[in-house]
């Protein structure tokens, strides 16, 4: 066996694999700060977004505040609202959910899924952090600066995002453009590394498709960022040169309260394009790895191999590619040519389908399944409910025409937090409880996991369902207070209360969250190597937490797909993936069922 | 848009050639071993960093096309007046050409282990590559004197951004090609030559770069037809 | 056991708050009734398969769940079962876009006696523009604002000078009679909302946008904007009065023309 060499992509046999250069660590600093190792890498993306995120919670109840009880909490003026949205919603986006799941989740496991001993460019995926980290501390400075963050929208929209008439106009839109610019530059570093990895540093026998799903997903959103981020690039230092030297990008002749600019002939739809170009397949690069974890997530607690394993895969890189050509269905009343809106829906709504077979594969992986509910699971299953949900809902904007009245209405807010908020949020969860025993050694408290879950999980429901009602109402988003009109009926204000409670409480319940992560590194119960009896390879690792360079010193060689769980004539109902037994029984059976 | 849409659109078949090529039609569930029986086709044997360097070749080209698409665009709109093309290009152009050349002998000459060689042509590489630079500074100088500040026109503006972008480019590659010159005593042969050839190839990749950046610089008004059939839906 | 009944309860709860909800749109005052057609089919294509997934999910976790000695069923796939569901959502896609579709087309087909009217933003007010007895707007031009040329109109341009201005008031349109809006900002963006209209538009600065509808129901409506346009986008205000041929014929005559009032 030790002759094969064709690999396709870099497969090549353990003994001819080429043992990596691994620097390695001399003392704290090296080991824990300026650390090489991915997964050391990893857990620093982790916990920088971790942090970064809860300023971004304490923003969204100052924003529920505001909406629940108007006129209540004078501090909160319309400025400070709107800088509280932009806020919010960039941390998010780009510095929480995307830096979570691709520097957070791709350092930690591409490696260990691999069965490769790190990432193939240690000092750059070092590198990657440490600009990440300079963004968010730009981004965070912005809150000290004169005049406050930027209050333009997450969308950043010119001309009204560099014009007086918003918040944060001075110092908060400088400092936002620049800490998007460094984010992206810390970014590709990162996602060259990741990708780099996928194809080149696979252990023997790990081809493409005996990847785990997680990797898949990971894998893809990665390819997508690096070519989607540049977009964002462009566009903030176009409108970076609009704001400090005068330029006209993106800036129409204009008249500023009663002032007649310099600026002239510049298009505001270009910026528009440019954002979505990036800020579409974004939505992508948060769900893709959501998609794959999920994956992983559910076959391993319903024992039951992922349904559909083939198609998952295609499905992957299906909406991945889509995603490129859909981005203008956040631009039907833009003002643009109207003809785009029949090219947008169609494609928006194409894209449906692979979405709609990874749900029903789910869902089959479940059936017939043997269901462990632990919390990783409980996470899995809000995640599929919050998903469809804020899916379905997505059908609705898709269609261009149903999209003209619901636009830049509530229904949105409540369409992208099911679905790009909360779900995703879910499975980040459903990760951390999953993987927090290979990270530490020790298991999370499944008493809190549980309060924790149903309190987000029902809580999340409740503030997110009943606000596309709002939306359909035609209650506008963006507004601290809808104040009077002849079309809302006074019960709105205490559906808005109702959700800001709910709110409350379930930013609240993160809070058991953080303490069970700090209360389960001393007190949990141990963990050994693999809890959960999964098959994939960071499971099978010689010491848990996993040492430098995560092999030991022999590379594992992989020998089946990710996914055999319950396969009939095997000893156990998990068959890992670098165990070379059971006999052919379980061949001949899948042969009869394919 | 329609040019980036392109670019991604070619991307999108070189990967789907690719994908194709792995076996991604197998029934993985069924094989068993540590892969002799998987379907390998298209063995690729290129080092990480070969491979990293293309991989960040593509995303700087991502980057550069969708500058052209904004400045496409952009060139649609009623206020657009280009400036004159400065005559100090078409030198720059040339010295970029040389530092290409000189690489690329660079290159060649770690194959055949001529240390000496190396040595010269990367110094004649990184000399002509700063020549630009500077070139490119004078390039600013002569616009500005003439009045073609980027708060005037949008075009001015993008002949600023979008050379500066380029340069800026450069200046990286300049970084890779110092730690490429002092591995010129010490190491090995085999890891000089795969410095050097990562330094020419990202070279060869700038000059390509800026000869498209050029020409729509100096010349997109004569290919209007084009631009409109491009940008068309995007206004 | 519990965890299938909550999930069985969160279907029939959505179900349940949809049909109950006091929060329902607005009563329609445009010819846009289609759209709310087809938000209706969208509802209930997406509202069958919403129920169908959590309550299969809930069967699944209830009749699935771990007992001793329980062994998950072997099946990597079923390429029928897989080709059929995804059959089966390419029809409800279709379903749901096919008329979105047709209701664009006719959306963006402006009918040829639409009357031209004219929505001007800016920071953080309204304007409107209606034409004269000629039924033309006049010229405009960006650089020509100032206090007394609050729009820009041309001076010269003989089909503004009946142009009627309206500023910090009211609209007023006849019912019945298709109206196309053009739509121009003067600073940022804004966006013409008036929920019972259902039709709305970005206004871009640097551009004209359009879109149109016919009034269908008298009454007085307000007029928000719903594009974010800066600290006083939630108080930009107005209001649409759609009334009679013959009450609006006598509003109109009341006020006063670009020619007049820039004398």
Redesign the interface.
Known sequence: ?GE????????I?AAEVPEMELPHPHGWWSTYVFSQDAKVIGIQYALTALAIGMVALVLSWLMRLQLGFPDTFTFID??AY?QFITMHGMIMVVYLLTALFLGGFGNYLIPLMLGARDM??PFVNMLSFWVYLLAVLVLVASFFVPGGPT???WTL?P??AI?S???GRDWGIVLMLLSLCLFIAGF?MGG??Y??TV???RT???????MPLTVWGIFTAT?MA??AF??L??GA??LL?DRL?????FM???????Q?L?Y???????FQ??FW?FGHPEVYIVALPAFGIVSDLISTH????I?????M??AI?IIG?LS??VWAHHMY??????????FF??TT??I??PT??K???W??T????????NVPM?FA?GF??TF??GG??G??LG????D??L???MFVVAHFHMVMGVAPVMVIFGGIYHWYPKMTGRMLDDTMGKIHFWVTF?GA?AIF??MH??G???V?R??????E???V?A??AD?NAFISVVALVVGAAQMLFLFNLLWSLRHGRESGPNPWRATTLEWQTPETPPGHGNWGKELP?????A??????GAPE?FVPQNE?LPP?A??A???A?? | MTIALLFLGVLAAVAAWWLARQGLTTKPWLETGPMDDAPVRGSMRVPAAKLGLGMFMTVAATLLVLLLSAYSIRMEMADWSPPPRPGLLWANTAVLVLASVALHRAARATRRGDREAVGSALLLGGGMSLLFLLGQLLAWRELARAGYLPANNAADAFFYLITAVHGLHLLGGLVALSRAGLRLRGAPIAKLRLSVELCAAYWHFLLVAWLLLFATLAFSPSFDWLVALCTAPFR | MAVALILVLVAVGSVTFHLLSPWWWTPIASNWSYIDATITVTFWITGVVFVAVVLFMAYCVFRFRSRPGQRATYEPENKRLEIWLTVATALGVAAMLAPGLFVWHRFVTVPTDATDIEIVGQQWLWSYRLPGEDGKLGAVETRLISPENPLGLVPGDAAGRDDVIIQGDDLHLPIGRPVRVLLRSIDVLHDFYVPEFRAKMDMIPGAVTYFWFTPTRTGTFDVLCAELCGSGHAVMRSRVVVQSTEDYQAWLDGQRRFAQASR
Do not use: C
């Not at chain 1, 094969?4 to 497969?11: D, E, F």
């Not at chain 1, 129409?252 to 009663?258: F, Q, R, Y």
């Not at chain 1, 002239?264 to 270009?270: H, K």
């Not at chain 1, 060689?557 to 797909?561: A, G, L, P, T």
């Open positions: 066996m094969l060499a064709h690999g396709a992509g870099g497969q046999p319309p400025q709107y193939v460019f209050g333009a929208g929209y001309p009204q014009l008439g918003t918040p590709t060259l590394n990708v780099v194809l080149q540093a023997r026998g790990m081809t493409l498709m005996r390819v690096l070519l540049p977009a690039f462009v230092v176009m040169l030297l005068g330029t006209s990008f129409p002749t204009l008249v500023e309260m009663g007649q310099r002239g002939g510049g298009s505001p739809i270009l394009h440019l170009f319903a024992r039951r191999n349904f559909g394993y083939r198609m895969v295609w890189v590619a490129f050509v009343v833009s003002g643009m040519h109207p003809w785009f809106g029949f829906a169609t709504l194409i449906a389908i709609a077979i749900v029903y594969n869902l089959l479940l059936w017939r399944g043997n269901i462990h509910l409980l299953l599929i409910v469809v949900n379905l809902t059908l609705f269609n261009v025409v149903v003209v009245p636009s830049d209405t029902l429901y369902f009943p009602y709002l359909l109402l035609g506008p963006r507004y601290h207070t809808i104040g009109t002849s079309f009926p019960s709105a559906l060689v992989v020998h089946r797909w996914y055999d769980y319950a396969v009939p109902d070379a052919p379980h061949v059976k899948g042969e069922t394919a």
